[in-house]
């Protein structure tokens, strides 16, 4: 047993090694490419929050990893099975296609041209004000097939090789709270699921699982469908959170990842009423974001340029936000909170 497991660790140290080495050796290429913060016509960074202590901010993110693996090792979900050459092969494309858009996105920043999409997203007549951003100064928003397939990559960029183990944590607390039960009798929703990468983490866990993906995005929906086509039991419907198609108590169960950030505070509370009525008496629902100001110090600064430098325009009103009290005025009660590096996961139950 204590073979098998140090295996599985350097396996797992190995994989994870290379592809946080991979991404972050693209985040330190494209801020060469880039060229330095507050560059003439950028929006200027001016911060608030003393700078953090860099062995801190790296012990944060091996913490990160440690956790991973020890959720592994526990048994809540299977480890990433990332050595893959049909996964390089991709990771090399969607790298191109990365550097290829870079010059768009540096635009974007410089121009502060942050709502681009807005014009043709009004034209289709389908989507609330708030959404037709370029977040992140990304070419085409949320409503293209190009930002679906590249979204991924973005973010993996922007995180160091970080983002598909913050989101496994998450995976984790939804594990713990489904133990002992029977994975087939457990109907989940996954609100704003974008192009499925998560719900897809959920089924490599819980390949039985009855699960329904729910996002604004069509283009995001339709990458979402060819990725988790696989299980044949999983949905993937087209509807805003705030305003979802479903029947009251439809679900068990109910996971939302980096959704809040992008909400104006008004939103905010519907979709967290609209996530207690979709949920049963006693359902779960594991929410991830961003971490808030105060939840890491050493973190603040890095906080607070992101906003800044990637177009988030209800970020700052996110870092205060008082997410219990958001979700206990919908009608849930607290169970956990867990920070992983960057994100926080908070486990809630709706009131029985």
């Known amino acids: 047993m204590s073979l098998k497991r140090d295996l599985g660790r350097a396996r797992y140290a190995a994989a994870q090694g290379a592809r946080v080495a991979w991404y972050m050796g693209q985040y330190l290429m494209a801020r060469r490419i880039s060229g330095p913060f507050n560059r003439p016509g950028e929006p200027q960074f001016q911060p608030q929050a003393p700078e953090g202590d860099q062995q801190r901010i790296r012990d944060a993110f091996l913490a990160l990893f440690a956790l991973d693996r020890l959720n592994i090792e526990m048994g809540l979900y299977p480890a990433p099975?990332?050595?893959?050459?049909?996964?390089?092969?991709?990771?090399?494309?969607?790298?191109?296609?990365?550097?290829?858009?870079?010059?768009?996105?540096?635009?974007?920043?410089?121009?502060?041209?942050?709502?681009?999409?807005?014009?043709?997203?009004?034209?289709?007549?389908?989507?609330?004000?708030?959404?037709?951003?370029?977040?992140?100064?990304?070419?085409?928003?949320?409503?293209?097939?190009?930002?679906?397939?590249?979204?991924?990559?973005?973010?993996?960029?922007?995180?160091?090789?970080?983002?598909?183990a913050m989101r496994r944590i998450a995976l984790g607390s939804l594990a713990a709270a489904l133990r002992g039960r029977d994975q087939r009798q457990v109907k989940l929703i996954d609100l704003a699921c974008g192009n499925g990468r998560f719900l897809r983490q959920i089924m490599a866990a819980f390949p039985r699982l009855p699960a329904t993906g729910l996002d604004l995005s069509p283009a995001y929906c339709a990458e979402a469908r060819t990725r988790l086509?696989?299980?044949?039991?999983?949905?993937?419907?087209?509807?805003?959170?705030?305003?979802?198609?479903?029947?009251?108590?439809?679900f068990d169960a109910a996971t939302c990842v980096y959704l809040f950030h992008e909400l104006p505070p008004r939103v905010r509370r519907e979709a967290a009423r609209e996530m207690a009525r979709l949920l049963k008496p006693g359902g779960v629902l594991v929410f991830a974001d961003s971490i808030q100001t105060g939840d890491h110090g050493d973190l603040d600064r890095m906080l607070e340029y992101f906003p800044v430098g990637f177009h988030e325009p209800y970020y700052g009103s996110y870092l205060k936000e008082d997410l219990p009290a958001v979700f206990a005025e919908a009608g849930f009660e607290l169970e956990e909170t867990t920070n992983a590096f960057l994100t926080k996961i908070i486990r809630f139950r709706k009131r029985a």
Request: aromatic share 12%; no cysteine.
């Open 229 to 250: 086509a696989p299980w044949a039991q999983v949905e993937i419907v087209n509807g805003a959170v705030e305003q979802a198609p479903f029947e009251d108590g439809s």
């Open 81 to 164: 099975n990332d050595l893959r050459v049909t996964r390089a092969l991709s990771a090399l494309k969607n790298s191109s296609r990365f550097f290829r858009d870079l010059p768009n996105v540096d635009r974007r920043r410089v121009q502060r041209a942050g709502v681009e999409v807005r014009e043709a997203g009004r034209a289709e007549g389908r989507y609330p004000t708030y959404y037709l951003q370029n977040f992140h100064y990304q070419s085409g928003g949320w409503l293209t097939e190009d930002s679906a397939r590249l979204y991924d990559t973005q973010v993996e960029i922007l995180f160091g090789g970080a983002a598909d």
